[in-house]
């Protein structure tokens, strides 16, 4: 099992940037697919972006072109690098990962992201 540990969240205004880190302990995660999700106030969790071992990525609609995800294995860390905030973006961001065929089965415990208008 890793221990995942997000940062770098916080209270940014309406069109500015963040950039949250996700830094793993315990074992490496260069062969876990990785995941950021988000969950704002009375809704339900939503998938944000993943990146595949091999770097493959996918986005939710709602963030495609503003946000990147990324990872530094020797760092043993996975970043979301999110553009052009929105107030709907108010959410905790969770990072979660999981090794070939596992699904996200490990989870860190959240960062607030505020955007205000």
């Known amino acids: 099992q890793v221990q995942l540990v997000e940062s770098g969240g916080g209270l940014v205004q309406a069109g500015g940037s963040l950039r949250l880190s996700c830094a793993a302990s315990g074992r490496t995660i260069r062969m876990y697919a990785m995941g950021w999700f988000r969950q704002a106030p009375e809704k339900e969790r939503e998938l944000v972006a993943t990146i595949t071992w091999s770097g493959g990525t996918y986005y939710t609609d709602s963030v495609k072109g503003r946000f990147t995800i990324s990872r530094d294995n020797a760092k043993n860390t996975v970043y979301l690098q999110m553009n052009s905030l929105k107030p709907e973006d108010t959410a905790v961001y969770y990072c979660?990962?999981?090794?070939?065929?596992?699904?996200?089965?490990?989870w860190g415990p959240g960062t607030q992201v505020t955007v205000s208008s």
């Open positions: 979660a990962g999981g090794g070939p065929g596992d699904g996200y089965n490990d």
